[in-house]
């Protein structure tokens, strides 16, 4: 009997094994990851300039990795360690907008949390990489939403017009969103290869265009999205850099607004503004940098810069204030690029999660709020006032 348990154990053993493997198959098929594209998609693909050797590539040279960590040393580390404030350690404030009573002749934006925006212009309604989901990753409790800032959800967009897609990450393309979205959304405008998510999602492709960098698709008369680069990567599970990444420019007649997508500091920048510019507000990738993926995320300093580049009237922060992704205080970029905003020509908007600002030359001001953590209603109003 006893030269017979070893037998029975290793077969257990390999028995768990197999079926661990198999449960881990069978969660790739899963459909939130998406899908790689095919056919004429890909056909398209490789006529792209920006396409070489079987990946979209950036402008310039942007290796992802800029210590000599490994990858998945480094993700493990992100996952696994704990640094500094990484979140807030309590709620946020937030304030909850009727985005279905807005006046839709009036130009304005709404901030929904991370690089999520809710967007009026040019009588069009435009919702920008919505999140609307408290866990924005495939493994669960992996990149969990700030508390407080899950406020919004599919049923509280009204119709929108366009939906603008910068890249298919998970923090930017939420596949419980936009399967929610789906009744509500009249066109989709996203980059190259991303269109595969949105076929394998049960979407209608004679509503979804992709585009390459520089791309105009006009979609109302009075506005038009410019497709911009960005300096970046792309891809849900293994397979990368299959979909182009990009920025989205949104003019009209009478203002200009630009959205970096996820993005590294770069000449793109210029070039945008100088093209584009001078644009009303710009909303700019200035959180989750890392000194191991310097490339592919702004520092508040380098968004700071890139504004310059824009020539903008008014900056605001994205890519912050809902996830973290990286080591840095949940704060540091709102201190940091306020420290700097001292020293520019540029207004600075600090928008709460939900609270419209406005593209029409009105006076605006923001408390600084990130400074106030759970403060009641009464003493947030009063530290503001003293402020102003």
């Not at 596949?175 to 595969?196: M, N, S």
């Not at 093209?275 to 520092?299: C, E, I, K, S």
Request: charged share 20%; glycine share 8%.
């Amino acid at each position: 009997m006893k030269r017979v348990w070893p037998s029975r154990l290793l077969k257990a053993f390999v028995g768990t094994a197999i079926l661990g493997v198999l449960g881990v198959v069978a969660y790739f098929q899963h459909p939130l990851f998406g899908e790689l594209p095919s056919g004429e998609q890909l056909a398209r693909i490789t006529r792209s300039p920006n396409y070489t050797d079987g990946v979209f590539r950036n402008q310039i040279d942007t290796p992802m990795r800029t210590t000599d960590q490994s990858e998945w040393s480094m993700w493990m580390q992100t996952l696994l360690e704990k640094k500094g404030q990484p979140r807030p350690p309590h709620g946020i404030p937030v304030v909850k907008t009727d985005l279905k009573a807005l006046d839709r002749a009036q130009d304005l934006v709404v901030w929904l949390g991370h690089s999520s925006y809710f967007l009026q212009l040019g009588g069009q309604r435009v919702l920008i990489d919505p999140v609307f989901c408290a866990n924005a990753a495939p493994i669960p409790a992996a990149n969990k939403a700030f508390e407080g800032t899950n406020l919004y959800t599919a049923d509280d967009m009204p119709e929108v017009d366009v939906l603008l897609i910068s890249h298919d990450h998970y923090d930017h393309l939420d596949y419980p969103t936009i399967q929610a979205l789906q009744p509500k959304v009249g066109r989709v405008i996203a980059g190259l290869g991303v269109g595969a998510h949105f076929e394998a999602w049960g979407y209608d492709m004679r509503t979804v265009r992709e585009a390459d960098w520089g791309e105009v698709v006009a979609v109302a008369p009075q506005l038009e999205v410019h497709v911009t680069p960005a300096r970046h990567f792309s891809g849900r599970t293994f397979t990368r850099d299959q979909s182009l990444w990009v920025g989205f420019a949104l003019v009209s007649p009478e203002r200009r607004f630009f959205f970096s997508g996820d993005s590294g500091y770069g000449p793109h920048f210029a070039e945008i503004g100088q093209r584009l510019g001078p644009f009303d507000a710009v909303a700019l990738d200035m959180g989750q940098y890392d000194p191991r993926w310097a490339n592919v995320h702004m520092t508040p300093e380098q968004a700071a810069q890139a504004a310059e580049d824009l020539r903008t009237k008014a900056l605001t922060p994205a890519h912050v204030g809902r996830f973290s992704i990286s080591f840095h205080d949940w704060d540091d970029p709102f201190k940091r690029i306020t420290a700097l905003h001292r020293k520019r020509n540029y207004a600075l908007w600090t928008p709460e999660i939900g609270q419209p600002f406005h593209l029409d030359g009105r006076s605006q001001s923001f408390a600084t709020w990130w400074e106030y953590g759970t403060m009641n209603t009464r003493s947030r109003l009063a530290a503001e006032a003293k402020e102003h």
